[in-house]
C-alpha cells in the first residue's frame, strides 16, 4: 500500500515537473523579443555620420545600402518584427560605419595627393629659381 503511494506520488510529481516543462517551453517560445530602441538609435547616429562625413559622395554604394537598411529596421519596428529590426539595424551600422571611414579616407587621400602636387610645384619652382 505504502509503495502504491510512493508511486502514484511520483508519477503525480512527474507529470506536474512536465506540464512546467511544457509551459516554459511555451512561454519562451511565445516571448517577443523586447524594441530594440538602442540599437536603433545607435544605427540613426551612425548613418547620420555617414552623411556628415561624406558617406554618401564618396561611399555612395554602402551609404545606400546603410540608409536603406535603416528604412527596413524602421518598417520593422512599426510591424513590431523586432528580431528582424534588430537584424537590419546592426547591418545598417555596420554599413554606415564602412560608408564614413571609406569617406574620410577618400578625403585624406585626395589631401594627400593634393599636398604631394603642391609639393611637386614648390620644387619645381625651386628648380627653375635655382637655374
Known amino acids: 500500500m505504502m509503495k502504491d503511494t510512493y508511486l502514484l506520488k511520483s508519477k503525480q510529481v512527474m507529470q506536474m515537473a512536465g506540464v512546467a516543462v511544457v509551459a516554459a517551453v511555451l512561454m519562451a517560445g511565445c516571448a517577443s523579443t ?4 538602442e540599437q536603433m538609435a545607435v544605427s540613426r547616429t551612425a548613418v547620420s555620420n555617414a552623411l556628415a562625413a561624406g558617406g554618401n559622395q564618396f561611399a555612395p554604394v ?14 520593422a519596428m512599426a510591424d513590431k518584427d523586432y528580431e528582424l529590426a534588430l537584424r537590419l539595424a546592426e547591418q545598417a551600422e555596420v554599413d554606415a560605419r564602412l560608408a564614413a571611414e571609406m569617406a574620410r579616407s577618400t578625403k585624406a587621400q585626395r589631401a594627400a595627393d593634393a599636398l604631394q602636387d603642391d609639393i611637386r610645384v614648390l620644387r619645381q619652382e625651386i628648380d627653375r629659381q635655382s637655374k
Do not use: I
Not at 34 to 37: I, M, Y
Not at 64 to 75: F, G, N, Q, T
Open 34 to 37: 523586447s524594441a530594440p530602441t
Open 62 to 75: 554602402q551609404f545606400k545600402s546603410a540608409s536603406d537598411k535603416l528604412a527596413a529596421a524602421e518598417r
